[in-house]
């Protein structure tokens, strides 16, 4: 158990939706990142915020935004979904700032399916 | 662009075999080189490298730095079926704000 909660597990949405995927970092870490792992595909990272602020974007699409809220938990937020977005979803975690914040631990993922 | 390229992309081996992985790098202001693996879900931490030449060690995994050839493997004896997995390599640049850069991954299957 890395200390990373993501919610929910899994989900099955129609195209054209919006969903809410949730995420609770470790105990102290302050750096939230967003990945999207597609079947067959590699970590593809989305968006990174620290101490509620957006630090780093990637291959985001303006279809989804993501934010960080004072508690540090963090929700990312797909809408107008597509089959295409079908693909399992990771929030990671970080201390930012010291040199154990160089390893990042992931949560479990949010597998979400877009029919 | 830098870039983290592994390889083989993926490897059948029979259990008790050795295996060696292999991630190669390039990026600008390396800082470290971190190993993970995974299996059905999340990526699980295994090894953080940053110095040349000093193996890291956890059981029957193994793995070692080159700073000059700008590589680094992950060794892997006595294989076991629950060894399958795919291995990801991620390099940390300097002053990237821990915006990771991933390999595409080594599949590995250990077949009984």
């Known amino acids: 158990d890395s200390g990373v909660t993501q919610t929910p597990k899994h989900l099955i949405t129609a195209t054209g939706q919006r969903v809410t995927l949730r995420c609770s970092p470790r105990?102290?870490?302050?750096?939230v990142y967003w990945y999207q792992q597609s079947l067959d595909q590699g970590l593809q990272f989305l968006i990174q915020y620290y101490n509620g602020e957006e630090r780093a974007k990637g291959n985001i699409l303006e279809r989804f935004s993501a934010q960080q809220f004072p508690d540090l938990h963090s929700e990312l937020n797909l809408s107008s979904l597509e089959l295409g977005d079908s693909a399992l979803y990771f929030c990671a975690s970080s201390v930012f700032g010291t040199d154990s914040g160089n390893t990042i631990y992931f949560g479990e993922g949010s597998w979400l399916t877009v029919v | 662009e830098d870039k983290v390229v592994q390889s083989p992309l993926s490897l059948v081996v029979h259990e008790g075999d050795t295996v060696t992985l292999n991630c190669s790098y390039e990026v600008t202001n390396f800082r470290s080189l971190l190993w993970y693996k995974q299996e059905k879900k999340a990526p699980t931490f295994l090894f953080m490298l940053t110095s040349s030449g000093i193996e890291k060690k956890s059981g029957r995994l193994s793995s070692i730095l080159d700073k000059k050839e700008l590589f680094s493997i992950l060794n892997i004896t006595a294989t076991q079926t629950g060894d399958s997995a795919v291995y990801l390599c991620?390099?940390?640049?300097?002053?990237?704000?821990?915006?990771?850069?991933w390999g595409a991954g080594t599949k590995l299957i250990i077949k009984p």
């Open positions: 105990s102290g870490d302050l750096s």
């Open positions: 991620a390099v940390l640049p300097e002053g990237s704000n821990y915006q990771l850069i």
